[in-house]
């Protein structure tokens, strides 16, 4: 069965530095689709970025990037310019190719410093 | 615009009351998911509908049931059988056809046991 794990339950970084958020997952299989999304105080779930697992290229939108490794089963997104809004719970998610089923991470809870 | 509508957003129970979440999707998504929400153990699956007429059970579906009369809508129902009913729950849909996209969610209900 496919697992995602977030081994960082807390994260804090300053306004305006980087942040990397760690995620792994567990996987037989080659063609998927990873995500990440961020739960604000208001417990919206938004989608932050996506990563076909058959790209090799690292997906990036605007100031979120990843960091992806197929055959180490890693997906880290990197925040840039961290900004007050960027405080939320962040979720990694997983989805098989030809599936519907979403697989999340238990989260990080990030905090921004002014 | 299109979205997916959650109510109440905020409901309580008192112990051996059943109790319903509404879930309405305008988004024309042939899936809908519930997802309860609880600190530190991320997103559990509790029951998905791909059709109409049709769901199947996940995770978690044990104290809960759900319906699907319509594409539109799929309410879902915390029975007295749920011993810890206490949670966040989210609604969310997708398109089959689109896997490489992720989910689309509502805002979510958050319901105490009184």
């Known amino acids: 069965a496919q697992t995602v794990t977030q081994s960082q339950p807390e994260m804090s970084v300053q306004e305006a530095e980087t942040v990397t958020l760690s995620c792994t997952y567990d996987t037989s299989e080659s063609d998927y689709y990873l995500f990440w999304y961020k739960q604000p105080p208001s417990r919206q779930m938004i989608l932050v970025i996506r990563q076909e697992a058959y790209k090799q290229q690292n997906a990036t939108e605007n100031r979120f990037s990843v960091n992806f490794q197929k055959a180490a089963k890693s997906f880290s997104l990197k925040i840039s310019d961290s900004q007050l809004g960027d405080a939320a719970m962040y979720f990694c998610?997983?989805?098989?190719?030809?599936?519907?089923?979403?697989?999340f991470g238990t989260g990080t809870r990030l905090q921004v410093f002014p | 615009d299109g979205g997916i509508t959650q109510s109440p957003k905020y409901l309580f129970r008192k112990e051996g009351q059943n109790v319903t979440l509404s879930c309405e999707q305008n988004?024309?998504?042939?899936?809908m998911y519930w997802y309860r929400q609880d600190p530190g153990q991320g997103l559990r699956l509790i029951y998905y509908?791909?059709?109409?007429?049709?769901?199947q059970k996940g995770d978690i579906a044990e104290g809960y049931s759900v319906s699907r009369e319509k594409k539109e809508s799929f309410p879902l129902t915390v029975t007295s059988a749920q011993k810890n009913p206490t949670a966040f729950y989210l609604c969310?849909?997708?398109?089959?056809?689109?896997?490489?996209?992720?989910?689309?969610f509502g805002s979510g209900t958050r319901l105490t046991v009184v």
């Open positions: 969310a849909s997708s398109s089959l056809g689109a896997t490489s996209y992720g989910y689309t």
């Open positions: 988004l024309n998504h042939d899936a």
């Open positions: 998610a997983y989805r098989l190719l030809g599936t519907d089923k979403l697989i």
């Open positions: 509908s791909h059709i109409v007429n049709d769901f």
